[in-house]
């Protein structure tokens, strides 16, 4: 593995359906996150992790949970899906040391996910 | 609320030069980002600036006026792999991220 990692890669599933969406660094970055890219809009952040075993709520976290039980992975899980999240998902990650944030993003490929 | 704002699209000529304009006004300020996203792919980090005044790398260069909430980034020399989406972000007084739409920036030979 290098980088950041996504799984998967694109996903067509029906409403209602439980799905997790897997992201795996091995930059040994603190923070992590989940975004959404719709057409038109900027990236929106969902659910954020500063550091293992914290997470946070972002700008558009309803309808999503997140984990983060070591530095490596950030799932991001919808547990009934419905048509509005269809979208593409970004996982990221950036190296922080408490409130300082170098700001700058390593990007997952994305996983465009297709709710029916 | 916070706002960023960059035009949605833009064209330019191959060897030419493009300016792509980004304003914003959010809870504080710790840094503006530029990104680029080539479709289908993932952005990347293409520059940062916390201080006024002008940053260069190649033939890209981003500038910075806090005073005025204003960005842009000046791309040189045009190429034809050039064409992709710009991102202009703000890292916040919490150190959150914020997003403009972006910018998809077209070259024509």
């Known amino acids: 593995i290098a980088g950041i990692t996504q799984a998967p890669t694109s996903q067509i599933l029906a409403a209602g359906r439980r799905m997790t969406l897997r992201c795996t660094q091995d930059?040994?970055?603190?923070?992590m996150y989940w975004y959404r890219q719709d057409l038109g809009l900027g990236l929106r952040l969902i659910h954020y992790?500063?550091?293992?075993?914290?997470?946070g709520k972002g700008e558009v976290p309803d309808g999503y949970s997140v984990s983060r039980a070591n530095t490596d992975d950030f799932p991001l899980t919808l547990a009934s899906a419905v048509p509005s999240q269809t979208s593409v998902y970004f996982c990221?990650?950036?190296?922080?040391?408490?409130?300082?944030?170098?700001?700058?993003?390593?990007f997952g490929e994305g996983s465009r996910l297709t709710v029916l | 609320g916070q706002n960023i704002d960059q035009p949605t699209e833009m064209t330019a000529t191959e060897g030419a030069i493009v300016q792509i304009n980004c304003t914003y006004q959010?809870?504080?300020?710790?840094?503006l980002f530029w990104y680029q996203q080539h479709a289908g792919e993932a952005p990347t980090f293409l520059s940062y600036?916390?201080l006024d005044g002008l940053e260069e790398k190649g033939r890209f260069s981003s500038f910075l006026s806090r005073s005025k909430g204003y960005s842009y980034l000046l791309l040189k020399e045009l190429q034809m792999k050039d064409s992709a989406s710009y991102l202009c972000?703000?890292?916040?007084?919490?150190?959150?991220?914020?997003w403009g739409a972006g910018t998809k920036l077209i070259i024509k030979p």
């Open positions: 990221a990650s950036s190296l922080r040391e408490g409130s300082l944030n170098t700001g700058e993003l390593f």
């Open positions: 930059m040994r970055h603190n923070a």
């Open positions: 992790s500063n550091t293992a075993g914290t997470t």
């Open positions: 959010t809870s504080g300020f710790n840094g």
């Open positions: 600036n916390v």
């Open positions: 972000a703000v890292l916040d007084s919490n150190y959150q991220l914020i």
